[in-house]
């Protein structure tokens, strides 16, 4: 039996009289590559915020590892190799992406505290800076202002800023959201090209691409798990169909 | 010691309650659209002057001048709102705190251009001078007056908060903005009826605090500061917290000057660090 | 930023944003001018390079980490004070006088640093409001301390390094000064090119995304913010040892909305925002205050209107845009 990076026991959250995540057991092994599906308000950004810390469950526990990282704040979270991206995007917008990756580098390393040094001092910090952004095909504009940017590289430099915290496990809110469809497959291959260590959960709700890139399927539905297996047993699942697939027309 | 003590708790009292007109507006619209209007007192001076203007130029009776302040503050702040405020309801904290700090300055040196830097004197009608006795008790009559006047706000802002259709829309707006509009609800438009409403308010309060306090082009940010601290404490886009707010800091402000005059203001100060170290949300705040 | 010359090498070209630009070494050899050409104005000279220090403390927490503060004052206000009755208590030596005020200022911004970096927003506003006006309140009732208002008599400098008194003319006075904003530049500038500078502008460009890359933002602006009170302190100390004197405005509102007057002005983030800021807001003073006091007001509300609809960042910002498209033709 393979190794487990994450699990969830038991997560539940309310707000005031509504769950918006009941009873969540989930794990996910080492290296998989995952896909959280489900209807809209099915309450999987709220998973995600409730695994990164963002939200404090009700109930339940997280492990990270084996390690209980329940009581955590998200930046200890991220330091012990638990890392996400958001799907509206949260960038340094008045930086560039050299800088905003050298930023989570110098984090990682316990560095970015030093006010006394130069930073061009740092020379591998700046180096494996650049070498995620070449990785992500961001090495070209690396020293244009983020703002500036096409809305596609600005969901690529989501995934480099991630990556710049060297997770184990990285949780991918809709890598792709409000990337014409077309692009959105490029998005997927760089995910797809990633180690084969690191460990992916990702939201998404184009069927032709969880089908393609995962290898795992989680169907939330209205705050639980609906069910959950390879996409053969999911595309086959008749009650998936309907509360999702069928109602929705997707794929 | 019992009379000083109801003294100072009657006349904190109706302190608090000018305080709390001044403010609750403020607190409003800080609540729906986070916008941090640092030149609210402005609006307050304007009504005070008006009324100043009305009394003692133009010889209307006081409490019809009332409603004048009301109206003018209320006017003013469309016209700023429409041209300015609007344009940084995204901005950041900075540029908002900015705009209307500057605003706040040119009030101050138009006050004092057109009416020099002198109190402005203002005589109250007959029947709200002196005092009247009950159980051997004197009340003043201006500070019974005023908490009535805070009664009949309240009064009328709580219900119309709760009972009517633009009460609810305001309502919705301040619980959670994206949810409003995608009812269909016009915020921008809401926002700026309740923040004319907010400001006449203002007016209103700069008008009353005339015989409490005075009137000088520094009303700007002297009562500013008060009101901040009202806002914050209480908590943002809460009736009630500005309301409660508002009793402690001015029952904690007249007994300060009453028992411990050598500590000043220093107690309010203190109050608010002391609050907002322990919600910074204020009192009755949500977020 | 640099587009004309983009080298290919990233660490080259971070290296490049630090490297001195011809420009800023004209401004400094400008600021001695003053002694030449000006001689009977060197204490406004002195008076402005004070409040561009204290702008570029500023700078540091508003400019850098966007931590908005109504009540920076308040460590000015220390440094004065600390400086001032130093001299009447210890000795009249101004070198020890700055060391031992830079250290007050940080340790009360130190502690202070504790409440400040728990807010954002209002409540932040709120909170350094608050305590500014704690500390002025309080300078104001501790008059066998500080004099209250009638402020701090009796202050007497020696000698710099024992050498250079400060006379009436105000050579040493800006002199002094001149020194002391250099060397605070010289610290501030090297921040800001360093891991921390560049975790500072993460702070200001984005509060919610900071944790996510594992950073501890609190941390950084707990020290963002006792370096800016260290140096405020310093500005207040030079303020008190060159007029031999310490008002109770030295800690008002008033100071702390002039001192973001100047720096919005100048611009904010920007190193030489708070110093063209500052240059100008008092050289304006100086000529508008003679003719209407209380007119000037009237004055910086409009150009705080003026800035934030017009401007957003500030005169060297708008520079730097004009410059830059300038040269893109």
Redesign the interface.
């Known amino acids: 039996m393979t190794a487990i990076a994450l699990e969830t026991r038991g997560l539940s959250r309310n707000f005031g009289s509504l769950a918006v995540s009941r009873d969540i057991n989930l794990s996910l092994p080492v290296g998989a590559r995952y896909a959280l599906i489900g209807p809209n308000g099915a309450g999987k950004t709220t998973l995600i915020n409730l695994m990164?810390g963002l939200l404090q469950p009700n109930a339940g526990q997280i492990l990270l590892g084996g390690e209980d990282i329940t009581q955590l704040?998200?930046?200890a979270r991220?330091?012990r190799g638990l890392?996400?991206t958001?799907q509206i995007n949260?960038?340094?917008?008045?930086?560039n992406p050299?800088?905003?990756v050298?930023?989570?580098v110098?984090?990682?390393r316990g560095?970015?505290?030093?006010?006394?040094?130069?930073?061009?001092v740092?020379?591998d910090?700046?180096?494996e800076?650049?070498e995620i952004l070449a990785k992500l095909k961001l090495g070209d504009v690396?020293?244009q202002t983020t703002r500036e940017l096409p809305y596609g590289r600005q969901r690529l430099l989501e995934i480099a800023?991630?990556l710049?915290?060297k997770p184990k496990v990285l949780l991918l809110d809709e890598p792709a959201a409000g990337v014409p469809q077309e692009e959105s497959g490029d998005i997927f291959e760089v995910v797809a090209g990633l180690s084969n260590e690191l460990t992916l959960l990702f939201i998404e709700h184009d069927m032709h691409v969880v089908f393609r890139f995962a290898t795992h399927i989680i169907v939330l539905v209205g705050g639980a798990v609906f069910t959950e297996g390879s996409p053969a047993q999911i595309s086959a699942d008749p009650g998936v169909r309907e509360v999702y697939l069928g109602k929705r027309h997707h794929g | 010691m019992l009379p000083p003590f109801f003294g100072v708790l009657f006349d904190g009292l109706a302190y608090g309650m000018l305080l709390f007109v001044l403010s609750v507006g403020l607190s409003v619209t800080?609540g729906l659209m986070?916008f941090?209007n640092l030149a609210h007192c402005a609006f307050a001076m304007l009504g005070g002057y008006v009324t100043v203007t009305l009394v003692n130029e133009f010889h209307w009776p006081f409490l019809a001048t009332l409603p004048a302040a009301f109206v003018a503050a209320a006017l003013a702040s469309v016209v700023l709102e429409r041209f300015?405020y609007r344009?940084?309801y995204r901005?950041?904290?900075?540029?908002q705190?900015?705009?209307t700090?500057?605003?706040?300055?040119?009030?101050?040196?138009?006050a004092?251009?057109i009416f020099g830097?002198l109190q402005q004197p203002i005589q109250a009608p007959e029947f709200l001078r002196g005092s009247s006795t009950f159980l051997g008790l004197a009340f003043g009559n201006y500070r019974m007056f005023l908490i009535g006047v805070a009664i009949v706000v309240t009064v009328l802002l709580i219900a119309g908060l709760e009972y009517t259709r633009f009460g609810a829309q305001v309502r919705a707006a301040v619980d959670n903005q994206r949810m409003a509009r995608g009812l269909g609800i016009d915020v921008d438009r809401t926002f700026a009826a309740t923040f004319a409403l907010g400001s006449g308010l203002a007016g209103l309060g700069g008008a009353l605090a005339i015989e409490i306090v005075g009137l000088d082009p520094s009303f700007s940010?002297t009562y500013l500061?008060y009101v901040?601290?009202i806002?914050?404490v209480g908590g943002?886009g809460s009736i009630a917290g500005s309301f409660a707010a508002a009793c402690l800091i001015g029952v904690s402000d007249i007994a300060g000057k009453y028992y411990a005059p050598?500590?000043?203001?220093?107690l309010i100060?203190?109050v608010?660090?002391v609050v907002?170290?322990w919600k910074?949300?204020g009192l009755f705040g949500k977020r | 930023m640099s587009?004309m010359s983009?080298p290919t090498n990233?660490?080259?070209?971070?290296?490049s944003l630090?490297r001195w630009r011809p420009i800023e070494i004209v401004f400094w050899l400008a600021t001695l001018l003053p002694f030449f050409l000006f001689p009977d104005y060197l204490s406004l000279a002195s008076q402005i390079a004070i409040a561009a220090l204290f702008a570029l403390s500023l700078d540091l927490i508003?400019g850098y980490a966007?931590v908005?503060s109504?009540g920076h004052a308040a460590f000015f206000g220390i440094g004065a004070y600390s400086a001032g009755i130093f001299s009447k208590l210890v000795w009249g030596e101004p070198l020890t006088g700055l060391v031992v005020a830079a250290i007050l200022a940080g340790l009360v911004g130190y502690a202070s640093s504790f409440?400040v970096s728990?807010?954002r927003?209002?409540?932040l506003?709120?909170?350094t409001?608050?305590?500014g006006?704690?500390l002025h309140?309080?300078a104001?009732?501790a008059h066998w301390l500080t004099g209250g208002s009638d402020g701090l008599q009796g202050v007497s400098i020696w000698p710099v390094l024992g050498l250079f008194k400060f006379d009436l003319y105000g050579y040493t006075a800006y002199g002094y000064a001149l020194a002391a904003l250099f060397i605070c530049f010289l610290a501030v500038r090297?921040?800001t090119?360093?891991?921390?500078?560049?975790?500072l502008?993460?702070i200001?460009?984005?509060w919610?995304?900071?944790?996510?890359?594992?950073?501890?933002?609190r941390?950084?602006i707990r020290?963002a913010y006792t370096?800016a009170a260290v140096i405020a302190g310093i500005a207040g100390a030079v303020l008190a040892q060159t007029t031999e004197t310490v008002s109770l405005e030295s800690i008002s509102?008033q100071r702390s909305?002039d001192v973001?007057?100047m720096l919005?002005l100048g611009g904010?983030g920007r190193l030489y925002g708070g110093l063209v800021g500052s240059v100008i807001f008092m050289i304006a003073r100086d000529q508008f205050s003679g003719i209407a006091p209380?007119?000037?007001?009237?004055w910086?509300?409009?150009?705080?209107?003026m800035?934030?609809?017009f401007l957003?960042n500030g005169i060297v910002g708008g520079l730097s845009k004009i410059t830059a498209r300038w040269r893109r033709k």
């Open positions: 990164t704040e998200p930046q991220v330091k890392a996400r958001f949260t960038l340094f917008a008045g930086l050299l800088e905003a050298t930023l989570a110098c984090e990682r560095i970015a505290d030093r006010f006394w040094q130069n930073i061009a740092n020379k910090a700046i180096e800076a650049y690396c020293y800023l991630a710049a915290t | 800080l986070n941090v300015f344009r940084l901005a950041s904290d900075l540029d705190v900015l705009l700090i500057g605003f706040a300055f040119i009030s101050v040196a138009v004092a251009y830097t940010f500061v901040l601290i806002v914050s943002l050598e500590l000043g203001a220093f100060y203190l608010m660090v907002l170290m910074p949300a | 587009q983009a990233p660490q080259a070209y971070l290296q630090s508003l966007g908005v109504l409440i728990r807010f927003h209002l409540t506003i709120m909170i409001l608050g305590l006006l704690l309140e309080a104001n009732r090297r921040i090119n360093s891991p921390f500078g560049l975790a502008r993460g200001r460009e984005n919610v995304r900071m944790p996510a890359i594992g950073a501890a933002s941390a950084h020290k370096i509102f909305a973001l007057v919005v904010a209380q007119y000037w007001y009237f910086i509300g409009i150009l705080l209107v800035v934030v609809m957003p």
